[in-house]
């Protein structure tokens, strides 16, 4: 069955780039959209940015100007980008896929990976 | 932004019993185009990232118990636990997926009375 898994650096300097990379295990990543959620410590889910398998995306507006997400769907990736980190940027990152439904609009988050923990700290 | 609001935000329900989630979103989440409703309840065990109960407010996602009911329309909506057994004990969440950005509530934790 389809697995995803975060990686990347688990701690991250303010002012820095946190980065993260999602790998997609089990099947294709075409005819999905590809998605990254955050839940920093004891709070709830923040939608972070959608990525298509074509490579087109959406970001949550209050994190637009920090953000970039991208697809490799040659090697089952996608990735995520957020520039100039603070400690609110401290959270668990998941990576999820997304389906369409049969009229071609979003539908829910049906997988998702088990998170990583970023802490943003000197 | 639609900000989707839950309550409560906690409850204990013995087992056996019936818990029920409310969840109420700042606009309407029904696409007349299709008459569906475009907001998926999530359950979160501890340690766990989050698992998809439903979609479209009641279709309820493949290996869900049929305790579980999802419910509502437009700007209301519920999820209802019958017989609760104690691996329910979790956060569940709403989410709207009508509009970017998309929207979660703010959780609502279910414990055992």
């Known amino acids: 069955q389809v697995q995803l898994q975060e990686s990347g650096p688990g701690l991250v300097k303010p002012s820095d780039t946190l980065s993260l990379a999602c790998t997609v295990s089990g099947g294709s990543m075409s005819g999905y959209y590809w998605v990254w959620i955050r839940q920093p410590p004891r709070e709830g889910l923040e939608w972070i940015a959608n990525v298509h398998y074509s490579g087109d995306t959406d970001y949550n507006p209050s994190l637009k100007s920090r953000l970039s997400v991208s697809v490799d769907t040659s090697k089952n990736q996608f990735f995520l980008n957020l520039s100039s980190v603070t400690a609110a940027d401290t959270a668990v990152y998941y990576c999820a896929r997304g389906f369409f439904d049969s009229t071609g609009f979003h539908n829910a988050f049906e997988i998702w990976g088990h998170g990583t923990m970023v802490i943003a700290s000197s | 932004d639609i900000v989707m609001t839950q309550s409560p935000d906690s409850l204990a329900v013995s087992l056996g019993e019936r818990a029920t989630i409310t969840c109420r979103s700042s606009q309407s989440l029904l696409y007349n185009s299709n008459t569906k409703n475009y907001l998926a309840w999530y359950q979160q065990k501890p340690r766990q990232p989050p698992k998809l109960l439903f979609y479209w407010a009641s279709t309820r996602e493949s290996g869900v118990p049929d305790r579980f009911t999802g419910s509502g329309s437009e700007t209301d909506f519920t999820l209802t636990i019958s017989n609760l057994q104690a691996e329910d004990v979790a956060m569940y969440y709403c989410?709207?997926?009508?509009?970017?950005?998309?929207?979660f509530g703010q959780g609502t934790k279910l414990e055992i009375k």
């Open positions: 989410q709207q997926y009508s509009k970017i950005p998309y929207t």
